[in-house]
């Protein structure tokens, strides 16, 4: 059982940065895919960026690309998603999660854990 806890999330006006973070519970699942969500206010949750740890790769959204940024620190049993750049219609709960990959790497079929969210707001 892996339990992840996202932070990092806030308020900040249009073309900021903010980096969050999603700490893992357990070093034991490091070949894992790894990826960030966000569910808008009325709207779907929609995969936005995925890594997988046991070669770096990783994938995008096109939404999301060359502005977010997503990694990971073994070492610190976390994953980051760095947003620069960031806009109104970027605003939402984020979440992250992990799993195996079983279909397209944003897919939530892939994903079995996930944390509870953190909420991220653009606004001038």
């Known amino acids: 059982w892996v339990e992840l806890e996202e932070s990092g999330g806030g308020s900040v006006q249009p073309g900021g940065s903010l980096r969050l973070s999603c700490k893992e519970s357990?070093?034991?699942?490091?070949?894992?895919?790894r990826g960030w969500f966000r569910q808008a206010p009325g709207e779907e949750r929609e995969g936005i960026a995925s890594?997988?740890?046991?070669?770096?790769?990783?994938y995008y959204a096109t939404s999301v690309l060359g502005r977010f940024t997503i990694s990971h620190d073994e070492s610190k049993n976390t994953v980051y998603l760095q947003m620069n750049g960031l806009k109104p219609e970027d605003t939402g709960v984020y979440y992250c999660?992990?799993?195996?990959?079983?279909?397209?790497?944003?897919?939530?079929?892939?994903?079995?854990?996930w944390g509870k969210g953190t909420q991220v707001t653009v606004s001038a």
């Open positions: 999660a992990a799993g195996l990959i079983r279909t397209g790497w944003l897919a939530e079929a892939n994903y079995d854990y």
């Open positions: 357990t070093d034991s699942y490091n070949n894992y895919l």
């Open positions: 890594i997988y740890t046991g070669s770096g790769s990783t």
